[in-house]
């Protein structure tokens, strides 16, 4: 019975840490978890608020011109090839939309930055947003636009208090005057830090030199009970034509999320962000997981003289490693939500830490820890029982 309580009170001490050093190792792997949590963040606000539009269109299927790279680049194409869609089966209904960079005007500083401006047709919904279909009479005045509540005041001031006190705000948009009479929600977006939204004449008035025959792209709409894939392949046979491309809704989103990924590499900005956390974690918890080892040694070499095998002493510091992974994914989870928190209240970008993610970024956590305690084994396995008499 003595041996046996000599060997569990000599296990337990191994599995214990200092205090000081395990709370160094509970800050290290909580700091890894932010680093990765927070890149996640806003890869996935990013990606989502650049695809927002996209994802809203009132369309099964997208016209885009064939050299278009991403939304809110100027590039058109006739709207005759819209006309020319109506003849193939399955196809509905068509809608052009503009899109284009204008300066707005800050109400308050009355300084200018660029905002992104969409234009519609009048009669025809384009993007389903409540905010914006139940204000679909506001696109046929002349002068007015739609202002995305989620646009960065500090670029554009506070427009949704203005307009809470009068309702309107009046302001310029391209160098000319125009008043915002509604409000809606969409975010900001890559290339621009708000967005306003007109009827077609409006857009036209404001920017004479685009012209109504040549959209930004056009929105689709098909026929209850057609499949969009198959009236896809339809309409480019069809119009056999090399300056369009016809793509689904949902292709029009991955091609938006898959340029910010590759050509601007937005995505291995991201990735190594998050890498490096992971690393920065490994490098500590190692550290940590070596020293308590180093530390504990002449307690391994008795348990080894006793008839412990190497196996026992490695599930030991394994499990320290999934113990630290544990106590440090909590604090940086927490101390995440509020980054994010923060950030959606200065940025306008909608973080959000899904059950997903959060498993996923768990799973890493404790495959860094289990890296490191792996690496730190190293140091138990030259563990001897001389050591005692040394």
């Known amino acids: 019975m003595p041996a046996r309580n000599q060997r569990f009170s000599l296990a337990w001490r191994l599995l214990s840490f200092e205090p000081r050093r395990l709370l160094a190792a509970i800050c290290g792997v909580a700091f890894a978890v932010v680093l990765i949590l927070v890149q996640i963040g806003f890869y996935n606000a990013m990606i989502d608020s650049a695809t927002k539009v996209h994802s809203s269109l009132e369309a099964d299927l997208v016209m885009l011109p064939a050299d278009f790279e991403y939304f809110g680049a100027e590039h058109q194409f006739s709207r005759m090839r819209l006309h020319e869609a109506m003849a193939t089966e399955g196809v509905q209904e ?59 005041p500090a670029y554009f001031g506070d427009i949704t208090g203005a307009f809470a006190k009068t309702g309107h705000v009046d302001t310029q948009l391209a ?138 002493f490695s599930a030991l510091v394994l499990k320290q490693s999934l113990i630290l992974s544990c106590l440090g994914y909590v604090p940086g989870v927490a101390i995440s939500a509020l980054i994010y928190y923060f950030t959606a209240q200065s940025t306008g970008y909608a973080l959000r830490l899904t059950p997903g993610w959060s498993l996923a970024v768990f799973l890493m956590t404790s495959g860094m820890c289990l890296f490191s305690g792996i690496l730190a084994l190293r140091r138990l396995r030259k563990a001897d029982p001389a050591e005692l008499f040394q």
Do not use: C
Not at 103 to 128: C, H, L, Q, T, W
Not at 179 to 204: E, H, K, N
Not at 207 to 232: F, N
């Open 175 to 312: 160098d000319k005057p125009v008043r915002i009479t509604g409000l809606f929600d969409m975010g900001t977006s890559f290339i621009a830090y708000g967005t306003v939204i007109m009827g077609s004449p409006t857009f036209f008035a404001l920017r004479p030199d685009l012209s109504a025959a040549e959209p930004s792209l056009g929105l689709i709409k098909l026929a209850p009970g057609y499949d969009p894939a198959t009236v896809r392949d339809r309409l480019q046979a069809d119009l056999e034509a090399k300056d369009i491309k016809i793509v689904t809704r949902a292709d029009f989103v991955a091609l938006e999320a898959n340029y910010w990924n590759t050509t601007a590499a937005i995505g291995f900005i991201f990735i190594t962000g998050a890498l490096m956390g992971i690393l920065v974690g490994s490098v500590i918890v190692y550290q940590i997981l070596y020293t308590d080892v180093t530390d504990h040694l002449p307690e391994y070499a008795t348990l080894k003289a006793m008839g412990y095998r190497d196996s026992y």
């Open 94 to 152: 068509v809608a052009p939309l503009y899109v284009s960079l204008m300066n707005f005007k800050n109400i308050e500083n009355g300084y200018s930055r660029s905002i992104m401006a969409i234009g519609v047709e009048p009669d025809k919904p384009a993007i389903n947003l409540p905010e914006l279909v139940a204000a679909q009479d506001q696109f046929t005045v002349s002068g007015a636009v739609l202002f995305d509540r989620k646009s960065l």
